[in-house]
T-cell receptor, first 113, second 111 residues
Framework: GAGVSQSPSNKVTEKGKDVELRCDPI?????LYWYRQSLGQGLEFLIY????????KSGLPSDRFSAERTGGSVSTLTIQRTQQEDSAVYLC???????????FGSGTRLTVV | DAKTTQPPSMDCAEGRAANLPCNHS???????VYWYRQIHSQGPQYIIH???NNETNEMASLIITEDRKSSTLILPHATLRDTAVYYC????????????FGTGTRLTVIP
């Protein structure tokens, strides 16, 4: 597609449930990033994928968070046993390399009730 | 990555140039200056980046001082749709995985 696509756009889940968020990066982009943004806050880095290299998971806030990227394309961010503090907009971005600008998706708004 | 400092907010009249400053006094020689903006309820949008030469594209111009300790993003003719939070980021292009978004400058374009 022309841009970074994220799904679902909105997700409401009950506390304790697991959720999966999906990101389709721009075709050919080797770098993929996940960020989250809580209401009124800045962007918080979560995880980074670059080609076949081991991902940089240094931003994941707890072991309830995990992400994978299959075939160097689509990525899934999984949050297990969701908590209310996980409520945020989860943003995915991709880039052709680490040198250029990132293209962000519109995000998934996650609400844990 | 070098820390950047931006004013929290600015206003600009519609049709006038918006000049957004950024201080990055600890920037190292291999760090580029990137600008992004985030319009309400949308993901951030890449605007421009540069190392030491001034840069211009269809969205904006980037002026970097000779000592590289500060820069200015210029929107030549601001429109209401340019109202957004603008982030200035200093980042090396190699060995760096993360763009650190600070608090940015909230630009309000006034009719």
């Amino acid at each position: 597609g022309a841009g970074v696509s994220q799904s679902p756009s909105n997700k409401v889940t009950e506390k304790g449930k697991d959720v999966e968020l999906r990101c389709d990066p721009i075709s050919g982009h080797t770098a993929l990033y996940w960020y989250r943004q809580s209401l009124g806050q800045g962007l918080e880095f979560l995880i980074y994928f670059q080609g076949n290299s081991a991902p940089d998971k240094s931003g994941l806030p707890s072991d309830r968070f995990s992400a994978e990227r299959t075939g160097g394309s689509v990525s899934t961010l999984t949050i297990q046993r969701t908590q209310q503090e996980d409520s945020a907009v989860y943003l995915c971005a991709s880039s052709l390399s680490t040198k250029g600008g990132y293209t962000f998706g519109s995000g998934t708004r996650l609400t844990v009730v | 990555d070098a820390k950047t400092t931006q004013p929290p907010s600015m206003d600009c009249a519609e049709g006038r140039a918006a000049n957004l400053p950024c201080n990055h006094s600890t920037i190292s020689g291999n760090e580029y200056v990137y600008w992004y903006r985030q319009i309400h309820s949308q993901g951030p949008q890449y605007i421009i980046h540069g190392l030491k030469n001034n840069e211009t594209n269809e969205m904006a111009s980037l002026i970097i001082t000779e000592d590289r300790k500060s820069s200015t993003l210029i929107l030549p003719h601001a429109t209401l749709r340019d109202t957004a939070v603008y982030y200035c980021i200093a980042r090396a292009q190699t060995g760096a995985n993360n763009l650190f978004f600070g608090t940015g400058t909230r630009l309000t374009v006034i009719p």
